[in-house]
């Protein structure tokens, strides 16, 4: 056990680049998509891969074997088993000492007796909802609290808002003003409406339901995950317009296929039976996923959707 144990530590200490040394192992990331979405593999690689010991709860995912840096094989992997059929992939040369698996663990999400980070709720009255036309409204779905959030990435209490009942690309928000964040990109936004009943002055409230992070666990059944994304479509990785610098992974929410449902209290517009199955429970965009990432330095976060 003892011998395991420092094993595992200088993996770790490895991968935090803490060592000039080449690498000879395997490399584990989350997700199928190496190569495929447009994303150089390094930077892929750097934001996916996950300590081992956690693969068993990913649904889809990825074995790399590397040898001295250099990427030879590459396998599919399904909670914990590796395919037995190698995927096609030309070798590369890989940074090892840019993989920081210190930093890429995974929590996943579930609800709480107690707590103050929570889905759902009533927007706080001290919480200005951005403006951006007459026709967008922008839903709030919760707060995520920086003491009890697990990284050190949340640098200040988010309320968590976007327009989740319209069709919209990357939204990025500006959170100087903690409590009244800015649309920052407004005229490259592309946003088009989604139902006639919602507006800027549209009031949409969920149950408020706390929330935990629990390590490990099963990414598919939870309310999302934090540490690693597991994308529905390709990898993407926003870029922050204030400073240029690639944003952090923050949270995913994913309530499709959870148990755990956010049910609604109150909508200031009738809800017929034709709209109940969209507004009746939160979710984003049925079986979705809301993206959030963030940059600390600028305060600036991203919100985008992807669904099957």
């Keep these: ?146 003491d009890e959030f697990p990284n050190k990435l949340l640098n200040f209490d988010l309320h968590l808002i976007a327009p989740i009942y319209d069709s919209f690309d990357k939204i990025y928000l500006d959170y100087s003003n903690e409590t009244s964040p800015k649309v920052l990109n407004p005229n490259s936004l592309n946003i088009s409406k989604t139902f006639d009943e919602t507006n800027s002055k549209t009031e949409i409230i969920y149950e408020k339901s706390p929330i935990k992070y629990e390590k490990g666990g099963s990414i598919r059944y939870s ?27 923050l949270i995913a929410f994913d309530l499709c296929e959870s148990k755990e449902e956010i049910n609604l209290e109150y909508s200031s517009f009738k809800i017929d039976k034709d709209s109940e199955r969209y507004f009746k429970n939160l979710d984003f965009w049925g079986c979705g996923s809301i993206y959030i990432f963030i940059n600390p330095k600028t305060k600036v976060v991203c919100y985008f959707l992807q669904n099957t």
Aim: charged share 25%; proline share 5%.
């Design 1 to 146: 056990m003892k011998k395991k144990i420092i094993f595992v530590s200088l993996t770790l200490i490895l991968f935090a680049g803490c060592s000039k040394k080449t690498y000879t192992g395997s490399i584990y990331l989350v997700g199928f998509m190496l190569g495929a979405s447009g994303i150089p593999e390094q930077e892929y690689i750097e934001n996916q891969a996950l300590p081992k010991d956690l693969m068993k709860q990913i649904q889809y995912g990825t074995e790399v074997i590397v040898e001295k840096d250099n990427v030879i094989e590459v396998y599919d992997y399904n909670y914990g088993r590796r395919s037995s059929k190698k995927n096609e992939h030309k070798p590369f040369k890989l940074k090892t000492s840019r993989i920081d698996l210190l930093n890429n663990t995974l929590y996943t999400i579930k609800k709480s007796l107690n707590s103050e980070s929570y889905i759902g709720g009533k927007k706080p009255d001290e919480v200005i909802l951005p403006y951006l036309n007459d026709e967008t409204y922008f839903q709030y779905f919760g707060k995520l609290n920086k």
């Design 223 to 249: 309310l999302g995950n934090t540490g690693v994304p597991s994308w529905i479509q390709n990898a993407e990785y926003p870029i922050c317009p204030k400073n240029g610098d690639k944003m952090k992974f």
